[in-house]
């Protein structure tokens, strides 16, 4: 059966990378050409979906449903790559920090689902009761591993210690579940911004410096989940991977449907190299020269290697992968042999990577992933003074 799925397998991720290829102008010719407009004709599709469905919440049509504590929207207005997971952990750090009992809540993209039989029986014998949300950490300890739980709440669940993080597609059921069962006084919503039936009183918004609005069409012939111009819901913009200088396209944005918008600027800074096996840290100034292989499955693999490079690492192979790709043992095999025929002396990944591979002896000893975290460029002198703007008004 594995000889008849794995080419089903490759031949679907081809496809989407094929799609890929198309949204972003990569590819040319006549099915090229009859293929984006299939997309556009279901852009307009999904842009009356989603022009509906925000209208209805809007007109209460719809109604949203608050939970009486501090709920804070983590989100976007675009598919992959803003880099919300650690700003959400730098969130539920510091307002942990602060005193704040903070419980995370996602739907895990890409996580296990639970079997079918067993999502029957639970229904069958507690008709009458929701069925719980899957605890990936319950403030103390990591409950499930980054198959079940999803890369990013598993990423969340192991660095931060003492935060509750928890997956459900129906985020107002985990947080009813983690107010009464954690009696956690603040929510934060990881990916949140598009979820409406759970009231937010903080909505913040990623945007990517690098491609902010993408073509500047809906999916699937672009990357908006939204229209642009849903930018108004926000309450504070975080322009993601700045490098301090102004952006136009994004400038005219906020202009244009949110003027006075607070605008926080922030990047993500490389900190350490991490040994996949050892947990050793490496400064990284350990790449300097160095014959680096890197491999990535995220949204924007550019970034990942354009860091490697920045700081000295000679990358004499690179190989890419779909965001949240789960990897074989056949691509490992043959990634790692490619690897080790170039002779390279580290291999490096990314931390959202590296929680999806094995923990045996398949994997090279001299494996290492990149720590990122936050820094603010403009908009606050430091994270933590950001956090008690937004999140402790009445404290300042």
């Not at 926080?264 to 100034?285: D, G, M």
Request: some cysteine.
């Amino acid at each position: 059966m594995r000889f008849i799925l794995d080419p089903v397998k490759e031949a679907f991720q081809r496809f989407e990378l094929f799609t890929v290829d198309v949204i972003y102008g990569r590819r040319t010719g006549f099915w090229v050409a009859f293929y984006a407009a299939f997309l556009s004709a279901l852009s307009l599709l999904f842009s009356a979906v989603a022009r509906t469905r925000y209208w209805l919440y809007r007109n209460r049509i719809l109604h949203d449903r608050p939970l009486g504590c501090l709920v804070v929207v983590v989100g976007n207005l675009t598919v992959g790559g803003t880099g919300k997971t650690p700003v959400v952990e730098k969130f539920a750090r510091s307002l942990t920090q602060k005193g704040r009992k903070v419980a995370i809540l996602t739907r895990g993209y890409k996580s296990k689902k639970i079997p079918l039989w067993q999502r029957w029986w639970r229904s069958f014998t507690h008709s009458h009761q929701e069925i719980p949300p899957r605890i990936v950490s319950d403030g103390e300890k990591v409950l499930l591993n980054s198959e079940e739980a999803g890369d990013e709440p598993y990423m969340l669940a192991r660095n931060l210690p003492g935060v509750v993080v928890l997956v459900d597609r129906n985020r107002v059921n985990s947080g009813v579940y983690a107010i009464k069962r954690f009696q956690v006084d603040t929510l934060i919503l990881d990916d949140g911004f598009q979820y409406l039936p759970l009231k937010g009183r903080l909505n913040l918004l990623l945007i990517d410096k690098t491609n902010p609005f993408g073509n500047q069409r809906l999916l699937p012939r672009g990357i908006l989940r939204e229209p642009v111009r849903h930018l108004k819901r926000a309450s504070y913009v975080f322009v993601t991977k700045s490098d301090g200088r102004p952006h136009p396209e994004i400038d005219r944005a906020i202009e244009k449907y949110n003027p006075g918008v607070e605008v926080i600027e922030c990047v993500h800074r490389p900190q350490y190299l991490e040994n996949f096996h050892t947990q050793e840290k490496l400064p990284l100034t350990a790449l300097q020269g160095g014959r680096v292989g890197a491999f990535s499955g995220i949204a924007a693999p550019d970034s990942f290697e354009g860091f490697l490079r920045r700081y000295g690492a000679n990358l004499i192979l690179t190989r890419r992968f779909l965001d949240h790709h789960r990897f074989t043992t056949r691509e490992l095999e043959k990634m790692f042999a490619a690897f080790a025929k170039a002779k390279a002396k580290m291999i490096i990944t990314t931390e959202k990577d590296a929680v999806r591979l094995p923990r045996d002896d398949s994997i090279p000893k001299n494996l290492y992933f990149l720590r990122l975290e936050i820094d603010i460029l403009s908009g606050g002198k430091d994270f933590d003074k950001a956090v008690d703007r937004i999140c402790f008004p009445g404290r300042l």
